[in-house]
């Protein structure tokens, strides 16, 4: 007989994700517990997940990197695996995981994240792998604080798992713009809040390096029109974040001036 494998809390926040959050949910039913922390929905989210015997708690909005930290201490057991709503567990990841968690060798496991652009899986570039570390013993790690592009930190060795994660988010191009102007102003904050500050080089060649290092290296191009699309909106986001803190440093410099 083989060994039971510890339990496991599936943790996901949410936001009027009624739309995506299904799969998600169907994907994750073999977990011990699925614990939803949303932050106010008003579109059926919590109705949803009720249905699908997921656990469900509110809480106002921390920030990314806070809001799945809060999750992660609300959760039953001490073994989690994160998600968004708009992401599935594939098939092959769930055997893998299942058969990592028999007998951890490790206390974290990172494993390869599938992103749907335009109407495709992007296997190349920047789309793909995009390692993502979700599962962990929260005793041995935790998210980071950050607002935007929040990450786990954790002092053990990292294990990989097999299988995707699949990210299928089903938005439209204009709303999957305005997310990214959102994080590229965030993510300009936290850069300027850990004293980086935008130099001529850095706003023109940030763009130009990440597109030879994506597109060309990382064999994006292999990906068709979607792929080049996928990392034209990406060098531009690199051109935006550096923009915004030149925008910045300049008000700031001018207060100063200003100031009696």
């Known amino acids: 007989m083989s060994a039971p494998r510890p339990a496991l809390s599936v943790v996901i926040i949410t ?20 614990l939803v922390v ?20 509110h809480q106002k909005w921390l920030g990314f990197g806070p809001q799945k930290q ?8 001490d073994w989690v695996l994160c ?18 968690l028999k007998a951890p060798c490790t206390a974290a496991f990172r494993f390869a994240r599938c992103n749907r ?9 920047e789309g793909y792998p995009d390692w993502s570390l979700r599962l962990f013993d929260r005793r041995q790690a935790r998210w980071s604080d950050d607002a935007v592009h929040e990450k786990v930190v954790t002092q053990a060795e990292i294990g990989t ?10 938005e439209s191009l204009a709303s999957y713009l305005t997310k990214q102007n959102r994080y590229t102003s ?15 080089g850095r706003i023109a060649l940030s763009p130009l390096v990440r597109f030879i290092k994506f597109y060309l290296i990382r064999q994006g191009f292999r990906d068709g029109l979607p792929g080049f699309i996928h990392i034209a909106i990406g060098c531009f986001n690199s051109f935006s974040k550096y923009a915004k803190m030149l925008e910045r440093q300049k008000a700031d410099a001018a207060a100063v001036k200003s100031a009696p």
């Open 15 to 34: 936001l009027n994700a009624a739309s995506q959050l299904e799969a998600c949910l169907q994907s994750a039913a073999f977990a011990d517990e699925i």
């Open 38 to 57: 949303d932050s106010g929905s008003t579109d059926g989210t919590i109705a949803l997940a009720e249905r699908y015997g997921a656990r469900v708690i």
């Open 70 to 77: 809060f999750a992660v201490e609300a959760a039953q057991h």
């Open 83 to 100: 998600l968004d709503a708009d992401e599935r567990v594939s098939p092959e990841l769930r055997a893998s995981l299942e058969n990592a």
């Open 117 to 125: 652009f335009l109407g495709r899986y992007l296997k190349h570039g």
């Open 161 to 170: 798992l097999s299988g995707d994660l699949l990210h299928d988010s089903a």
């Open 186 to 200: 965030l993510a300009a904050e936290m850069a300027l809040s850990a004293g980086k500050r935008a130099t001529f």
